[in-house]
């Protein structure tokens, strides 16, 4: 039955499209060998974490640069929680997710508070996750520079999140992707979505119809903030390891967003888009030309430049046939 609006079909058409696809990905491991089912991981968990800087940078606009800080937050709670307090990695995810959604509103209320925007805002996020990894190295709870390893369990237990082959991770992370997919369509067909995109667009009109900017820039990042939190975790609880640079470093905060702009920024699957993308040309450069070092390194970068200029819009641009 269709709306007066004509839309009733189509979003069932793009439900069941979507219902596929999550079906097609959960029977992946069936025919995916050791390397390449680590290689979907990594697809995943970036393009989770590159949708989760789409809430704030890409639906709001504002160009976060210190998403690291929540990132390293999520991924040393659960880690020194495990270790120190015996406490299960999946309660230290939502306990790590908390915190980084509380420093996301401090940040995001001092930031903004004072109205930083554009490279003044990136700068002072940058600045505070900056500060996050010097503390890291310095502080003996985090073990400094040397990072904390977590200890592999004889007996493991689903509670532990340690498993013993791969596929497990892989529905973890595959269940965490759909999840923040349904949080960014409901964002993005939600009024506190337009508002976000309102902002974006013109943040003095936006405030001159009675938006709080204050507010929904603030929850933005919050939003932001927690989901990258729970990133962090999975990331600690999958490699095993995690030390200051990893954890609070630029490098992270760039994979996050080099992602979500190649793929579309402020589009729902703009950024598995680009996790996909990336990774894929990356994982090929590396086993095609990896004897010639540094020159896989050079081919990701020349891909990265040459759809920045003529797809200012990213792939999602290019399909939707939008071009400056």
């Known amino acids: 039955m269709t709306t007066?609006?004509?839309?009733?079909?189509?979003?069932?058409?793009?439900?069941?499209?979507?219902?596929?696809?999550?079906?097609?990905?959960?029977?992946?491991?069936?025919v995916l060998n050791s390397y390449l089912l680590h290689v979907a991981i990594l697809i995943l968990l970036f393009g989770f974490l590159a949708s989760a800087w789409n809430i704030v940078g890409g639906f709001a606009g504002q160009f976060c640069f210190g998403q690291a800080a929540f990132f390293g937050i999520g991924a040393y709670a659960s880690s020194l929680l495990f270790m120190k307090a015996g406490i299960s990695p999946w309660a230290g995810m939502a306990i790590g997710g908390i915190l980084g959604a509380v420093l996301g509103g401090i940040i995001g209320y001092l930031t903004f508070r004072y109205k930083l925007k554009g490279v003044f805002?990136?700068?002072?996020?940058?600045?505070?996750?900056?500060?996050?990894?010097?503390?890291?190295?310095n502080w003996?709870?985090?073990?400094?520079?040397?990072?904390?390893?977590?200890?592999?369990?004889?007996?493991?237990?689903?509670l532990d999140f340690q498993f013993g082959e791969k596929t497990p991770y892989y529905y973890v992370i595959l269940s965490m992707v759909i999840m923040i997919l349904l949080v960014a369509y409901r964002l993005d067909n939600s009024k506190p979505g337009f508002y976000l995109k309102a902002?974006?667009?013109?943040e003095e009109a936006a405030g001159s119809l009675g938006i709080n900017i204050l507010k929904y820039k603030t929850g933005a990042l919050m939003l932001s903030a927690f989901l990258t939190a729970l990133g962090g975790t999975f990331y600690a609880q999958y490699m095993f390891y995690i030390d200051p640079d990893i954890a609070f470093g630029a490098d992270t905060t760039?994979?996050?967003?080099?992602?979500?702009?190649?793929?579309?920024?402020?589009?729902?699957?703009?950024?598995?888009?680009?996790?996909?993308?990336?990774?894929?040309?990356?994982?090929?450069?590396?086993?095609?030309?990896?004897?010639?070092?540094?020159v896989h390194i050079m081919v990701y970068g020349a891909v990265l430049i040459l759809v920045m200029i003529f797809f200012p819009y990213g792939v999602m641009g290019l399909i939707r046939g939008k071009r400056r």
């Open 4 to 30: 007066e609006s004509g839309r009733g079909p189509f979003l069932n058409h793009k439900a069941l499209v979507f219902l596929v696809a999550a079906l097609l990905c959960y029977a992946m491991p069936l």
């Open 121 to 137: 805002f990136g700068l002072g996020t940058f600045a505070f996750a900056e500060m996050m990894r010097i503390i890291a190295l």
């Open 140 to 158: 003996g709870v985090t073990n400094k520079a040397m990072g904390v390893l977590l200890a592999l369990k004889t007996n493991a237990s689903f």
């Open 199 to 202: 902002i974006r667009e013109d």
């Open 254 to 294: 760039v994979e996050m967003i080099v992602r979500a702009m190649f793929g579309g920024a402020g589009t729902v699957f703009g950024p598995l888009i680009g996790s996909a993308a990336l990774e894929t040309i990356s994982e090929c450069m590396r086993t095609f030309v990896g004897e010639y070092k540094g």
